[in-house]
């Protein structure tokens, strides 16, 4: 049976001047070192892409920064790359737990990390839009403008409130919700509950999406 092992965070802050790769590292060091697992027991790594200093075949770009691959000791290193947007980080767990219940791996570090508080807004845009698909593909589709990926969650949003009857105020409560939940951790970025009001008279994003309904640029 798959259990997790160890956990760790980096330092966390605005403009740190720091790679993503340099923040995973201090975070996996930091989980080996409360796991008491040594580097040399990791048989696989399993990385999402960053926003702000994107790599080809991140997951090897990762295990190569972090000396992994030269050090397995029970089979070759695995390393995966994992990309699924926003839901990246359940799947990378559950790919790990098929590694280590179904394919014989030992241990399988998740890792993820990213410094999109150094990029300027224009700039994280951009990227952002580069991310949910190629300017080509972006160009041919019409119902969709930028900022796409909350433009595109807001245009599937409209069509959940449609079929399954879902008013503009429940759909708020939402944010109202998370926002009061994040209160009670130590490390969320928003500790101030919204109220509905606040939520429904934010900024638009999009059809049926308001700016304190989306993710914030941590």
Not at 18 to 37: K, N, T, V, W, Y
Not at 85 to 110: F, I
Not at 163 to 183: C, D, G, I, P, W
Request: hydrophobic share 40%.
């Amino acid at each position: 049976m798959a259990t997790v092992s160890g956990w760790g965070a980096s330092r966390i802050g605005v403009r740190l001047g720091l790679r993503p790769s340099q923040l995973i590292q201090e975070a996996l060091s930091r989980a080996l070192g409360r796991a008491q697992i040594a580097k040399t027991s990791v048989d696989a790594l399993l990385a999402c892409p960053s926003l702000s200093d994107p790599k080809f075949m991140e997951a090897h770009h990762i295990a190569t920064e972090c000396d992994l691959f030269d050090h397995a000791q029970r089979r070759p290193f695995c390393a995966k790359t994992i990309d699924v947007g926003g839901a990246s980080p359940v799947s990378m767990l559950l790919q790990a737990k098929q590694m280590v219940e179904n394919e014989g791996y030992n241990v399988v570090v998740v890792v993820g990390g990213d410094s999109v508080s150094s990029l300027n807004p224009r700039e994280f845009v951009e990227r952002a839009d580069e991310a949910f698909a190629s300017r080509e593909v972006r160009q041919n589709i019409s119902y969709l403008k930028s900022p796409y990926i909350p433009n595109a969650y807001a245009h599937c949003t409209t069509a959940h409130m449609q079929k399954h009857n879902v008013s503009r105020e429940q759909l708020a409560m939402v944010s109202v919700l998370m926002s009061a939940q994040a209160t009670y951790h130590p490390l969320a970025v928003q500790r101030r509950p919204y109220d509905l009001d606040e939520v429904l008279n934010s900024t638009s994003v999009g059809q049926n999406l308001n700016l304190l309904e989306c993710a914030r640029k941590a």
